[in-house]
């Protein structure tokens, strides 16, 4: 006799699948936490096919969507897996109901007074404005003489002529970081440039010099003498420069990545 959410015997159930695709990936729970925003707690639970804590099946379905890109694996099958095996399906959004062609005639439309007074008004203020400007003299006023013109803010020079247009374009301030990489260190610059990433560094004491998430945009930068260790989530976004060298993206898009360099890299560790 078969007991309620049993899975069939040729596959795992959706917590087991997960939490053996986060050991294969060499994760933690809470590293897997860390990266997803899914408390630890709800991460354990959802491993042991508890989904108790999640609040609801949708909140669960969205849980194991981020849970699986996390740690490698195509969502959809396990969201199928759970409908499957918990009974759930889409709810229909209700339809709207139809209002009879009575309630919804329109009456017959009353002259707006208001708008033609404000028309009115708005006409005379223009006429008023427009003699003042002109003096109302027909244009018979003889008119002042232009200003004299400023002086150009091209200054020339003997021998030297700089305008703003000719101005050599100041350097890019992050190919001069890259290329600035102290001899005889590692240095590793991540940027996010095509989304947000959690990225976790330490160097070679295991010290960590920096947790976080990096939104599109933003970018750090982590010098040691021997090692960095990098832990990167949604590594497709990110891109890496070590030792002056661009490397790319770290990984794939939702890939979760270890990497560590040295000074003699870049080669990936």
């Keep these: 006799m078969s007991l309620g959410n049993t899975p069939t015997e040729d596959r795992p159930s959706v917590g087991h699948a997960l939490a053996q695709a986060r050991t294969a990936a060499g994760l933690s729970v809470d590293e897997v936490s860390a990266v997803t925003r899914v408390r630890v707690p ?39 897996q759970y409908a499957a095996e918990h009974g759930t399906e889409t709810v229909p959004a209700p339809v709207a109901p139809v209002y009879s062609n009575e309630r919804i005639k329109s009456e017959p439309r009353r002259p707006n007074w208001t708008a033609a007074m404000v028309a009115a008004i708005v006409a005379v203020i223009g ?21 004299p013109p400023t002086p150009s803010s091209t200054s020339t020079t003997p021998g030297v002529q700089t305008t703003q247009g000719t101005m050599p374009p100041s350097p890019d301030p992050t190919g001069s970081a890259i290329a600035a990489a102290p001899p005889g260190k590692v240095t590793v610059k991540i940027t996010a440039e095509d989304g947000t990433s959690w990225v976790q560094a330490t160097d070679h004491n295991g010290k960590r010099l920096y947790q976080g998430s990096l939104l599109k945009g933003d970018s750090q ?11 990167v989530g949604n590594a497709g976004a990110v891109q890496l420069f070590v030792n002056g060298k661009d490397l790319g993206p770290a990984g794939s898009s939702g890939q979760v990545v270890r990497l560590t360099y040295t000074p003699g890299d870049p080669t990936q560790g």
């Design 42 to 80: 709800i991460v354990q639970s959802i491993e042991q096919d508890d989904f108790s804590r999640c609040g609801g099946d949708v909140y669960a379905r969205g849980h194991i969507r981020t849970m699986a890109r996390a740690v490698g694996l195509d969502p959809e099958p396990l969201i199928a």
């Design 127 to 147: 006429f008023v404005g427009y003699t003042a400007f002109t003096g109302g003299d027909n244009g018979k006023t003889p008119k002042a003489d232009p200003a």
């Design 221 to 231: 930068t982590f010098t040691d003498d021997k090692k960095i260790k990098l832990i």
